[in-house]
């Protein structure tokens, strides 16, 4: 067993390109420690949804060393990888909610996967969804949902099986200001509950929400601070 | 935020694969077709065995018994130590002396219909229709330990032959079986890949939530046995259908049919062909599925 004190995230001297292309993200190095809060910034294009897809293992590196909760996931066989997943929450800036299946049905998904009973779930379900303003909705189906709505669901999805690990990408990128706030809040009494947050952002307003530690990316490197997006 | 949903019970799981009514109808329609036709095959290879079976039965009930003598009085007198054999041997067994004119019927084919030549020398025949099988052997003894020059007829080549077609065409209809089974593999495995790749989106989904191979594999195996369930019932109630057409129909009794006479058996016979298109529907499935699955993870 790996010591308590493992990173949640540690990539190391990472490197990627999409196929013949020019590389995306060149020597990245990052450790998210356990139950922290990060930003993630850069500019649009800068790869920060690559980035994020490296840490959520739905994409693999050119180069460099992937280390989740102390594993290298390069050793781990495709049954490990999917119990890591299954400590990941992701919430993606298009939701990726399952359209013939109802709110209820979607934000259950991760524990239906896990092979719960659903009568194990039931209560959990029930009041993460009034929790997230989606009490009212649970037979709804994703299409006939508003932006907010859709978010909202996904985002109960993300966190109703408690992952250690929370990843969001542009989470506020469709929605009003007012429910980014409250959206933020969400993931700040996550974080306050345990788990290690990422998000990536640039919108400067959320970043100034919560004092949090901000890396940027520009030229496939990463440095501290919010970099020439705050000169901006 | 302080709605709390009414909800006590959990709701029933909704299927995570999406029905897909114009694909499952075109794939359902074949699946029938070929469950059709694969009970047509083995309605008809069980007909075949049991007409034969029946056959071969009546052939080995009846016979004739020559006595190739053509002095007239040397024949009488075997001819009615034979009957007294059959007698003794057959209580049950009917027996007709044919008469000069009606054995020089029966070899009329060959010698055309004019008048018997005086002294041709025809054979004495005693025709033998019994309700058991005759016991050939034991009478050719004991023709032999009288001293009779008899000859009894044969059956055995024909129905030799009669029981070497059948076995072919059971050997046919496993045959058809087999390629249909080959057939129902292929479909449900391109089936498969089809639903994984139309499925793409929710497939990420379920892998990003931590779903196992197994676990996907399992939503395409429970599709195809469902379908795979319905398509064998369908098309073998339409074979049934037609089995019976032909059985109790007009045709019924022209051509010697064995019809329905074993249902009960060919029933089962045919709910165990629907279980095994539903299995052979859902073990394809899975292997597809979890085939493509690892395949395109290492693409990846
Ligand atoms: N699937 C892909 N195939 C090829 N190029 C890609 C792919 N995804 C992203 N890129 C390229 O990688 C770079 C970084 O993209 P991305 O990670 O989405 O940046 P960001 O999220 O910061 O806007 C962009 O130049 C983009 O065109
Ligand atoms: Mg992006």
């Known amino acids: 067993m790996m010591p308590e004190t493992a990173p949640t995230i540690d990539l190391q001297r990472i490197g990627l390109r999409y196929g013949r292309g020019p590389e995306v993200l060149s020597g990245v190095d990052l450790r998210l420690a356990p139950g922290s809060f990060t930003f993630l910034t850069g500019a649009s294009g800068a790869g920060k949804s690559s980035l994020l897809k490296l840490c959520y293992l739905s994409l693999k590196p050119s180069r460099g060393l992937i280390n989740l909760f102390g594993q290298d996931v390069s050793t781990l066989k495709p049954s490990q990888l999917q119990v890591l997943r299954r400590r990941i929450g992701v919430v993606l800036q298009d939701f990726r909610l399952i359209d013939h299946l109802s709110v209820w049905e979607n934000v259950a998904l991760p524990l239906r996967v896990a092979g719960r009973a659903r009568a194990d779930y039931l209560t959990d379900v029930n009041e993460l969804l009034s929790w997230v303003g989606l009490g009212h909705r649970v037979d709804a189906l994703p299409p006939t949902l508003s932006g907010g709505e859709k978010q909202r669901c996904a985002i109960a999805r993300a966190i109703i099986a408690k992952p250690d690990l929370l990843i969001a990408d542009e989470p506020t990128g469709n929605v009003d200001p007012a429910i980014g706030a409250r959206l933020l809040r969400l993931f700040a009494e996550m974080n306050r509950m345990g788990a290690t947050v990422l998000i990536a952002t640039h919108d400067l307003g959320l970043i100034d929400e919560v004092s949090a530690r901000t890396v940027h990316l520009a030229d496939g490197k990463l440095g501290e601070g919010l970099g020439p997006l705050r000169a901006a | ?300």
Not at chain 2, 34 to 45: C, G, R, T, V
């Open chain 2, 1 to 300: 935020m302080t709605d709390i949903p009414v909800r006590t019970t959990p709701p029933a799981p909704q299927t995570l694969l999406p029905a897909r009514p114009e694909q499952g109808r075109a794939l359902l329609t074949v699946l029938i077709v070929m469950a059709f036709l694969a009970a047509l095959a083995l309605l008809f290879s069980r007909g075949a065995d049991r007409l034969s079976d029946r056959w071969s039965a009546q052939l080995s009930q009846s016979s004739t018994v020559q006595i190739l003598l053509s002095d007239e009085g040397a024949r009488e007198a075997q001819m009615s130590t034979a009957r007294d054999i059959l007698r003794d041997t057959l209580p049950e067994a009917a027996l007709t002396s044919l008469s000069r004119a009606q054995s020089g019927a029966l070899i009329q084919p060959w010698l055309g219909d004019g008048d018997l030549p005086p002294d041709l020398p025809i054979p004495g025949v005693i025709r033998v229709d019994s309700p058991v099988a005759l016991p050939r052997e034991t009478l050719e003894r004991r023709f032999g330990e009288a001293g009779l020059t008899t000859v009894m007829d044969d059956h055995s080549r024909f129905s030799g032959q009669l029981e070497r077609t059948v076995e072919r065409l059971v050997l046919l209809g496993l045959g058809l079986l087999v390629m249909i089974g080959v057939a129902a593999t292929a479909v449900s495995m391109f089936a498969t890949r089809a639903g994984l790749s139309a499925q793409r989106d929710i497939i990420h989904v379920l892998v990003q939530a931590g779903a196992t191979d197994g676990f996907i594999a399992k939503l395409f195996v429970g599709q195809a046995a469902q379908r795979g369930l319905l398509g064998g019932a369908v098309g073998a109630a339409l074979a049934v259908m037609l089995w019976a057409v032909v059985s109790f129909g007009p045709a019924r009794g022209t051509v010697g049919w064995a019809g329905l006479g074993d249902g009960a058996l060919d029933a089962a016979v045919l709910v165990g062909l629907c279980a095994l298109f539903g299995l052979i529907c859902a073990l394809s499935a899975g292997w597809a599925a979890m085939r493509q699955l690892a395949y395109e993870r290492r693409r990846a």
